[in-house]
């Protein structure tokens, strides 16, 4: 059965999961009508596009840290429950760690569906509120009827952790089909290296602004994201460092772009998406990242090629199927060969560019990795 409603969950912004934003827009165009409860930070910037008339966004201003946070989350957890009585949806659709403990007690107190999305596995120890949450994860992990998770080891760790034994998807976070754009050209007077996302310096580290001096200006570094807390003021480190190297515009910092428009700036700038993990990461978030991170997959929506660690994953994923070039990102001298490399080889490059997209528009879409999740959710036994 197609259409029906869908309530998602987050103590959060929406905005800052593109799967989310996937899910609603694909779920929107089968008939169902979209319900997002979610909080917005105090500066107020939403990159979420309510551009469909399925999809309807309710947020409320998240507070600081301290009992006030507290306070409200006891009020959004009452908010949530207004909204399951009053709109009766057929499924809860929970996808952050916070919005767990209110899927779970929610799913007690009313016959309602439930999937949770996870996104990042939690790590535990940081505060009390924190570990009663994530034991509440571990209880919506095994009762949910569906789970999401967007990394196939991740999957795994999350069964064992859980005791999970119902259904259970790995969903790779690539983009929709209607996000890829035309395949552009660009100037070959240089080359484009771009990056979109959090701006730290294990996802952008030094060394990729010192190799790209070394080009005298042949190379230019266009950054778009966001800053986040442990990185303030990166950027205009950044700045300096290709300034103290003698390149004194190499960076362009495009700020923070809107979701939907990521993808055509990637296009219209950029030869080479920045795709690079640490080493030797202690996260396990990051040392399970293919799949789960859509940096290399809207780089390669755009036709463009992508630059990864030369790690053994993403080696296999991206580098075989000549979508990539791989480097030591704690090695200015191996940035600098592949940099060189993509430089030196802009017809390759670029026959390495339609690969992507037409690997991108054949497989790696949103579409169809969630479209067995579409189906049980259509097909499922929670009518409400």
Known sequence: MAGGRVLYLQFADPSFYPPIEHSAFLLAERGWHVLQLGTYAADGKSQFPAAHSRIRIKRIRRVQNGWLLKLQYIMYFFWALFWVWRWKPRWLYASDLLSCPIAWLIQRLVTVGVVYHEHDEPHAGRTAFLEIAISYRNRLGRDADICVLPEHERLLRFLKCTGRTRPTFCVWNCPRLDEIPRLYSGSERELVIYYHGSI???????????????????????????????????????????????????????????????????????????????KRATDINLQHMVGASNKAFDYMACGIPILVTDLPDWSATFVAPAYA???????PDSIEAELRWYLEHPRERREMGRLCQEKIRNDWNYEKGFAHVLATLENGRCDV
């Open 200 to 278: 730290t310096s294990h996802r952008l580290p030094p060394h990729v602004v010192v190799a790209a001096s070394r080009f005298k200006g042949a190379i230019r570094i266009c950054i778009a994201g966001y800053e986040v807390q442990g990185s303030f003021g990166y950027v205009k480190k950044l700045v300096k460092l290709a300034a103290d190297h003698g390149v004194e515009d190499l960076i362009e910092p495009l700020g923070l772009i809107p979701r939907r428009d990521l993808l055509k700036v990637a296009a219209r700038k950029g030869h080479v998406g920045l795709s690079l993990m640490p």
């Open 325 to 331: 070039r791989a480097c030591d990102p704690d090695d």
